[in-house]
């Protein structure tokens, strides 16, 4: 069996690595810290189980998932992120992982999630299994919250451009930029510019009118 660890974080490698090694002691152990050298790995042996953080330096879409998983149908994995567990795991599983844990759980948690995964089964947290029992499956438009000046300055934002800017293409005080920018924040549920791409992606706001 061979597991592949994929996070820029060395405590975080080192704790899933030990936790595989003491589950599976004949298994062999990977672990590469960025996406460039994810491909290369792939294309030139198999895993049993790719171990994925979404939230590193560079960015991890969902096209990238859908992308390996193409390119190995076999290939079991597990999304172990920071990322808003409400806002992104629904929209990740139907992408194809097996699982996704927020990194807040226990590792006993994804001690479970191995095993079910594993056995080619998914594995629900009790709060994604509950939301997915909901009518409110994570599908709606959360961009729907925002005003239209909100909407207006999250352009922006997804452009680059800093506050200061903003202030200016939109002739407003700094402070109402910045009240505009912590609402968006918390009505998507999101915490920095990545996780906002992120949902741009999933819900394909800039293609639509």
Do not use: W
Request: aromatic share 8%; proline share 2%; hydrophobic share 40%.
């Amino acid at each position: 069996m061979k597991f592949l660890i994929a996070d820029d974080h060395d405590i975080v490698r080192l704790g899933v690595k030990l936790l595989l090694q003491k589950k599976y002691p004949d298994a062999g152990v990977t672990e590469i810290t960025d996406y460039n050298k994810i491909l290369g790995k792939l294309k030139g042996d198999d895993y049993d189980l790719l171990i994925l953080d979404i939230h590193m330096q560079e960015t991890c879409t969902i096209e990238f998932i859908r992308h390996l998983i193409s390119l190995k149908p076999a290939l079991r994995i597990i999304i172990l992120s920071y990322l808003p567990e409400d806002v992104f795991a629904i929209h990740y599983l139907k992408a194809g992982v097996m699982a996704y844990i927020h990194k807040k759980y226990d590792i006993e948690i994804l001690s479970k999630a191995v095993d079910c995964v594993l056995t080619d089964r998914k594995f629900l947290t009790a709060g994604v299994n509950e939301r997915m029992l909901h009518k409110d499956t994570g599908d709606e438009n959360l961009f729907a919250r925002l005003s239209e000046r909100e909407i207006e300055v999250l352009h922006y934002m997804l452009q680059g451009y800093v506050s200061s800017e903003i202030c200016n293409k939109m002739n407003l005080h700094s402070t109402t930029i910045s009240t505009y920018k912590n609402r968006i924040f918390e009505k998507l549920h999101t915490n920095n510019i990545m996780e906002l791409n992120e949902l741009v992606t999933i819900h394909d706001l800039l293609k639509k009118p």
